[in-house]
């Protein structure tokens, strides 16, 4: 939960149906308050206030069993969400999940899938949201924006190049590059890949997420949130629920 608290933090102040700004305009006083909270009490105060729906997996899974809870994700079914943010092993090991993503995708959520385990096998992911993605390493290298992520993740990534570890994606809609430094000379002939990589849809799209260390890049995870093509953009590639 630590690492999603910009998310929490923006659901708080930026919701529509979160109480927490009611009653009172102060915002900075307000917001170095939530700066200071731990993601568990973020997520306290994001359910008390009414904001999104938010839950940790003690609350989508079976405290005995440890299985999904069923009973909760019929529940969660019935919203309508902006996005579902879930983790790379999902499409594998827990198909009730994984039928509840599908079903959010197709009634028009965008979805972010976040490496956590790094499955090199994408095929289920290229199927179920018509990409072609592949997984080409899981390595360290210095990155910089391309020109789609400036449009996407702007000031959510530091400027310039910065030296990262994280799973490299190839097969369209790249948003970082390699960084190569002008001393060195030209870049490989065979780009790596991206730590992020994107499909745009007019309204919503489908991203992954391979930074491996997912605490330090929170405010990206968020942009992608709300990730969509602009109009008349020849980005758009399909259409993601």
């Known amino acids: 939960m630590d690492s999603m608290s910009h998310i929490l933090i923006h659901d708080l102040l930026y919701s529509s149906t979160s109480t927490y700004m009611r009653g009172g305009n102060d915002y900075e006083a307000k917001l170095k308050h939530l700066l200071s909270l731990d993601g568990k009490e973020l997520l306290l105060l994001t359910n008390k206030h ?110 310039g190049h910065k030296y990262v570890k994280a799973h490299f994606i190839v097969g369209g809609g790249e948003l970082f590059a390699e960084y190569v430094c002008p001393e060195d000379g030209p870049p490989s002939p065979y780009p790596l890949g991206s730590p992020v990589i994107t499909s745009l849809g007019d309204s919503k799209s489908v991203s992954y997420f391979g930074f491996a260390n997912p605490a330090d890049y929170k405010g990206i995870i968020l942009k992608l949130c709300y990730a969509k093509a602009p109009p008349h953009s020849p980005t758009s590639s399909v259409i993601c629920s």
């Open 50 to 159: 009414k904001g999104s729906v938010i839950l940790s997996e003690e609350h989508v899974l079976d405290q005995k069993t440890m299985n999904v809870d069923m009973k909760k994700m019929c529940q969660l079914d019935e919203g309508n969400y902006q996005a579902v943010i879930v983790d790379d092993t999902c499409f594998i090991r827990e198909p009730d999940v994984a039928v509840f993503v599908m079903k959010q995708y197709a009634k028009g959520s965008s979805v972010v899938i976040v490496a956590i385990e790094g499955i090199y096998d994408l095929s289920i992911v290229n199927k179920n949201f018509n990409v072609n993605w592949k997984l080409n390493a899981y390595t360290s290298r210095a990155i910089e924006l391309n020109y789609l992520g400036k449009q996407i993740i702007d000031d959510a990534f530091p400027a």
